[in-house]
């Protein structure tokens, strides 16, 4: 198994330019979700969702849309990019947080944004 | 608000033990984990408490106390290896994830 999967590892960008950061799990996982990490701060929920069709924000969403089309994919698009969003990005999937049992998040390697 | 509670950095020695620890505040309470995070790469799971006391798994072991709101990481026989960051979070009454900020354990010879 691949377990989460994610794309680039490294990306520079300039502010205003667009981009996406593609995740995918074959976990058969309902849940996936988007973190950023940023020095000095716990890990921040960016967006997440509970199943294909189904996404909802989480602490910190905007300049960033998300989608997922599939159980598998749930790609992270930035927008208009800008200098606060230079930041180490993490996606993460799990079985439902909602039911029974830990429920461990498995994340991706992650993807490291500098927005100049 | 809801807040986790971590020293921002710890040092100890090879061989000896480290015992980590987290204060939380959070709109009720699912289970709480403890993931390791070495430079550079993504968080693992360690452990997760939902009842109170300990849990043991080989050299780590965490311990929960939820009238407290009160948790911590002990790691025996340390090794080079376990330099790291030593993340907590707990789940709240609405399953969403509450982070800390992470411990850094330095780990010296």
């Known amino acids: 198994n691949a377990g989460v999967t994610q794309t680039p590892k490294f990306q520079v960008l300039k502010t205003g330019q667009s981009m996406t950061l593609q995740c995918a799990q074959d976990m058969n996982h309902e849940y996936m979700s988007w973190y950023r990490q940023d020095p000095g701060m716990g890990l921040r929920l960016i967006h997440y969702?509970?199943?294909?069709?189904?996404?909802d924000q989480g602490e910190v969403p905007n300049g960033y849309n998300v989608s997922r089309s599939t159980t598998e994919d749930f790609p992270l698009r930035l927008l208009s990019a800008a200098p606060s969003q230079t930041s180490v990005y993490f996606c993460?999937?799990?079985?439902?947080?909602?039911?029974?049992?830990?429920?461990?998040?498995?994340f991706g390697a992650g993807s490291r944004l500098t927005v100049l | 608000g809801q807040n986790i509670d971590q020293p921002t950095e710890m040092t100890a020695t090879e061989g000896a033990i480290v015992q980590i620890n987290c204060t939380y505040q959070t709109s009720g309470f699912n289970g709480l984990f403890w993931y390791q995070q070495h430079a550079g790469e993504a968080p693992t799971f360690l452990s997760y408490n939902v009842l109170d006391g300990l849990e043991e798994k080989g050299r780590f072991s965490s311990f929960l106390s939820r009238s407290k709101g009160y948790s911590y990481l002990l790691l025996k026989e340390l090794q080079m290896k376990d330099s790291a960051s030593y993340l907590c979070a707990v789940r709240d009454s609405n399953y969403q994830l509450i982070w800390g900020a992470g411990t850094k354990l330095i780990i010296k010879p």
């Open positions: 993460a999937s799990s079985y439902l947080q909602s039911s029974s049992g830990a429920n461990v998040l498995t």
């Open positions: 969702s509970v199943g294909a069709g189904i996404t």
